[in-house]
């Protein structure tokens, strides 16, 4: 018997996907919804039709921002199997947030079985079209109604559905990249490497005068020193250099991404020198001037890997490749999204399929 409420699980009329479907604007219309207090814990994990909600305005998260997500993807076979991405550390990785923010952990066994359901019920929303997918956002929220600063007793916790097209509508094309030194996104001992909202909010200005320049995103530095690399936007970054490939190692400030996790082993396998350390932008810049940095990319669920096409640092503009991403980001695309798509072996057992 399952544990989960199906309060709902038709739908309104023929479901229609616009044909331009653009990242986080169009919704599936059930949603999985369960609540916490107290006293019953974690409790009433229901299946509903989307709808708005009923928040009082006092609601905590709103003041003091007890809010964390999660995100990861579903894809459509043609043969009607459903394909999720290693989703057991997504939820890991929530409870991990979860925790930082003084918020109840959940049960992930039941929150798989929710999101199975979920996707079940509302199959016929996930495109199948080449590169198209499922957007899964798990999100929790303070919505209890006060304004003491203290750890809130009531919260939601809530899992969205988002059809989405391809990330690289023009097929796989690098992006202009800024170093900034002007902002920090997170410090070390603090929720840098939460998904919680605050740190995004944070880093919405950084991201705005990079694109006033001209630049797709920012790649930050540590907060202390502002001399280390961290993330570039949302994505963890990958240096490839002679005789080595390189990515931030985790501090505290740097969000573990499940992509990152997943490349690291890969190029291990591969038989690359791969390594995880502290990597600081005065060498990526003296192995730029000696020929010695070849590509750099960005690595996260909504992208895969994104290349970057030059980085800008202070005066200094380092070129790659303007009009193709680089050669290993292309090979790693390639097989990630070839695992994802059941095109190439899953030798790792990182994919589960809805059943
Ligand atoms: C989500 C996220 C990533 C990438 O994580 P994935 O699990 O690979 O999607 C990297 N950096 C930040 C800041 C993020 O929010």
């Known amino acids: 018997m399952s544990r989960i409420i199906i309060e709902s699980s038709k739908h309104d009329g023929k479901i229609e996907l616009p044909e331009q479907l653009i990242f986080g604007r169009t919704f599936t219309d059930h949603v999985f919804e369960m609540d916490y207090d107290p006293d019953k814990g974690w409790h009433k994990p229901t299946i509903k039709k989307k709808s708005n909600l009923d928040l009082d305005p006092a609601a905590m998260a709103l003041h003091y921002?007890?809010?964390?997500?999660?995100?990861?993807?579903a894809y459509n076979y043609t043969d009607g199997k459903i394909a999720l991405f290693r989703p057991e550390k997504n939820f890991e990785r929530l409870n991990n947030s979860n925790r930082r923010l003084c918020i109840p952990e959940i049960d992930i066994d039941l929150v798989m079985e929710a999101l199975f359901e979920l996707i079940k019920i509302d199959k016929e929303w996930i495109p199948t079209k080449e590169g198209h997918s499922l957007y899964i956002r798990p999100f929790v929220?303070?919505?209890?109604?006060?304004?003491?600063?203290?750890?809130?007793?009531?919260?939601?916790f809530i899992i969205l559905l988002n059809p989405v097209g391809p990330y690289y509508p023009q097929g796989f094309k690098p992006v202009p990249i800024m170093v900034t030194d002007e902002y920090v996104r997170a410090v070390r001992k603090g929720v840098g490497d939460c998904k919680c909202a605050g740190n995004y909010?944070?880093?919405?200005?950084?991201?705005?005068?990079?694109?006033?320049?001209?630049?797709?995103?920012?790649?930050?530095?540590?907060?202390?020193?502002?001399?280390y690399l961290e993330e570039v936007g949302v994505m963890n970054i990958f240096v490839s250099l002679k005789n080595e490939i390189a990515t931030p190692m985790l501090t505290g400030s740097i969000l573990p991404g499940i992509t990152r996790m997943s490349v690291i082993q890969i190029l291990k396998d591969w038989g690359y020198n791969m390594n995880e350390r502290m990597i600081s932008i005065d060498e990526i810049v003296d192995a730029y001037d000696q020929g010695n940095l070849f590509e750099m990319f960005g690595t996260g669920t909504a992208a895969v890997i994104s290349s970057i096409s030059k980085?800008?640092?202070?005066?200094?503009?380092?070129?790659?490749?303007?009009?193709?991403?680089?050669e290993l980001g292309t090979k790693l695309y390639n097989e990630i999204t070839g695992i994802q798509w059941g095109k190439i072996k899953?030798?790792?057992g990182w994919i589960k399929f809805v059943e």
């Open 65 to 73: 921002g007890q809010a964390i997500f999660e995100g990861m993807k």
């Open 141 to 156: 929220f303070a919505n209890e109604p006060s304004l003491g600063v203290r750890p809130a007793n009531q919260y939601k």
């Open 201 to 227: 909010a944070a880093s919405l200005i950084a991201q705005r005068e990079a694109q006033k320049e001209g630049y797709g995103q920012v790649l930050w530095l540590d907060a202390i020193e502002q001399k």
């Open 346 to 348: 899953d030798k790792y």
């Open 311 to 326: 980085l800008k640092y202070k005066d200094k503009i380092m070129e790659f490749n303007e009009k193709e991403a680089g």
